[in-house]
């Protein structure tokens, strides 16, 4: 059996190329609704940029004083010549506003950031939605989660740090290499030899550290869903005493996750000194040649200290640049993660003209339909029966037989391969899905509530119910007693998945969920089974009076509580074998009989013995 950790997705090479230039466009749709607020931020960034060019050209004025003074007193020049920068770096800050333009530009792109990414999410959100169950049965919650989340929040900070602030470098770079043009074009050359020594180092470190993030950002999406899948059956680990065995494998895993970033890690140690390296470079260069040449009278001291400066610069957007390449890899690996699942394709696809429904009057019906979850291994063979207008129909079988996956089928939330499913001799699979679940109420037996009250709960269908709707349905299926014991009655909370209610308390306010949707199909999905004698023969009375109008499919393990249904299909091997009343299903002595004998002597061993338990106790 995989572990939670033994994924093909490990494989990292495996995932292919990567189109950043695609994949940034796609993101860059994002920031589309603010292009305004994104060009006005470019345009500030291009003021500031300015700026900072013209400081060191400004220093290029200290030649006046060179020549008043002449090149014997060095000391009093370079006081001279450093008060002259000094002074008019700080008249260009006070004039320029320049510590206004980049909190204008901050600002603006932050929030510009938060909205993309608020609009990332919901349409994340919306794509969830239409994805079929089929989807999430074979991938960690975790995983998704991780998505929605952190992958999320890292183009989070692209849109507000990387995108622009990156075009700001680049005009402080363009800007750098046209005024050491101008200053001297020979000195530009000299100092501008480096740059292919930076060029290759940069390609070798993209290439290496691409695949580190992406190792990163999968090894952290496992320990997600390792996590999700264990705290939600914490109950388990401790009741089996697994705790150190799971606690070794999440230490395995924290480990991976460790070693890939310290990999990463080591990558931007060995570049950041590379950079530094050849920006040193550069200045002895520009000491060598600029020195030759005020020697010579071909350069003047001032352009020589200009270069300097222009240099030093000149690596301080590369630098940025490398710290906003560690944040674009990684944005570039979450957006991949991210495009792959917007990517998905529902595996029930909508009609391209789609039916809507009106109120159905109930008729179902399955035709010579097969299914099957992987390729032909067939859950469904041919499987063909009809339930009319406001029978009742109950479904029964071994365990594994298919019965869930005939009320799964009839939602739409998996694509059968063949054969035709009907309701009011409309095929579903020209029917829009909504319109189709509007018509179909379900009850499981794993009940799941969503955080809120009660009442919140029971209204949850987008149906306009309104005055006492809420209360009618769960009295309807006894729960009036229910709501009674809660101290705040109907707006009492129900926790996380319900957790505040016991199994019993959650499947009576499935029910009144449902009912209170008002469904013309009701799919029971073992939906009493666990619930107590009392309660349940309180939802039998309720489902006598609902019913009446409404077809139903009742699948069940528990035969005694199907005895009164119109008729009975009995499913095995993904067949339908026998159907009939409960009388004429006996009388035929064949696999319902069995059944129903099984579980009948079943009961008449287990009744004495809890007799007897009573009676000691």
């Known amino acids: 059996m995989a572990g939670p950790f033994d994924s093909a997705a490990d494989d990292i090479d495996a995932t292919g190329a990567i189109y950043d230039r695609r994949l940034a466009g796609r993101l860059l749709r994002f920031l589309a609704p603010y292009r305004r607020e994104v060009v006005l931020s470019v345009l500030l960034l291009a003021a500031i940029s300015v700026l900072e060019v013209a400081g060191p050209y400004l220093t290029k004025g200290g030649d006046r004083h060179l020549r ?28 320029g506003g320049a510590f206004a333009l980049r909190y204008a530009q901050s600002y603006m792109m932050s929030m510009v950031g938060q909205r ?58 363009i800007g750098i290499v046209g005024a050491m043009l101008w200053l001297d074009w020979r000195l530009a050359l000299v100092t501008l030899t480096t740059v292919p020594l930076l060029a290759i180092a940069t390609v070798i470190f993209r290439a290496k550290v691409r695949v580190s993030y992406r190792r990163v950002r999968q090894r952290l999406a496992r320990i997600n869903g390792f996590l999700q899948e264990h705290l939600q059956g914490l109950d388990i680990l401790k009741f089996f005493n697994a705790e150190e065995k799971e606690t070794r494998k999440f230490d395995r895993a924290n480990h991976d996750h460790y070693v890939a970033h310290a990999q990463n890690i080591y990558y931007y140690a060995v570049f950041y000194p590379v950079v530094e390296v050849i920006g040193a470079l550069a200045i002895a260069l520009i000491l060598w040649y600029g020195g030759g040449g005020i020697l010579a009278g071909a350069v003047t001291f001032g352009v020589v200290v200009a270069f300097i400066q222009y240099a030093e610069r000149f690596y301080q957007p590369v630098r940025d640049l490398s710290e906003k390449y560690n944040m674009i890899q990684s944005a570039m690996v979450a957006s991949e993660r991210i495009f792959e699942l917007l990517d998905t394709k529902p595996a029930v696809p909508e009609p391209a003209a789609p039916r809507t429904l009106a109120r159905l009057q109930g008729q179902v019906e399955f035709d010579r339909v097969w299914f099957a979850y992987d390729k032909e291994d067939w859950v469904l063979r041919d499987v063909s029966f009809r339930v009319a207008p406001g029978e009742k129909v109950a479904i029964v079988g071994a365990t594994g037989a298919g019965k869930t996956t005939i009320s799964n089928l009839l939602c739409r939330f998996y694509e059968f391969q063949k054969g035709t499913i009907r309701v009011d001799g409309a095929d ?124 139903s499919l009742v699948i069940a393990h528990r035969l005694s509580t199907i005895l009164d249904a119109d008729r009975i299909l009995v499913i095995h091997k993904g067949e339908v074998r026998e159907q009939g009343t409960h009388a004429e299903l006996l009388a035929a002595g064949g696999i319902y009989a069995r059944l129903y004998e099984l579980q009948y002597s079943r009961q008449r061993v287990l009744e004495p013995a809890g007799r007897n338990a009573a009676a000691e106790s």
């Not at 009093?76 to 002259?84: D, E, F, H, I, Q």
């Not at 989660?145 to 990387?162: C, K």
């Open 68 to 95: 008043e003074t002449g090149l014997g007193p060095w000391r009093a020049s370079g006081r001279r010549l450093a008060r002259t920068a000094a002074d008019r770096e700080c008249l260009r800050e006070r004039a």
């Open 116 to 173: 993309a990414m608020r609009d990332l999410r919901l349409a994340i959100f919306r794509h969830l939605g239409t994805l079929s169950p089929g989807y999430y049965d074979t991938r960690p919650v975790g995983q998704i989660l991780t998505r929605v989340t952190q992958d999320v929040s890292v183009l989070n900070e692209l849109f507000a740090q990387g995108v622009v602030a990156v075009l700001g470098d680049v005009f402080i770079l």
């Open 428 to 551: 579903i699979r020209e029917v829009e899905g909504r319109s189709l679940r509007r018509q179909i109420g379900l009850v499981l037996q794993d009940v799941f509530l969503f955080s809120g009250t009660v009442r919140e709960n029971v209204a949850f269908g987008d149906r306009d119910r309104g005055g006492d709707a809420v209360e009618r349905a769960l009295a309807e299926v006894g729960g009036a007693r229910l709501a009674a014991r809660f101290p705040r009655g109907l707006e009492e909370e129900v926790g996380e998945r319900g957790g505040y209610l016991s199994l019993g308390e959650r499947q009576i306010l499935a029910f009144a969920r449902a009912l209170h949707y008002d469904p013309a199909i009701l799919i029971l999905d073992e939906a009493t089974s666990s619930v107590d004698v009392e309660t349940e023969r309180d939802i039998q009375a309720a489902l006598h009076r609902l019913l009446e109008g409404r077809t």
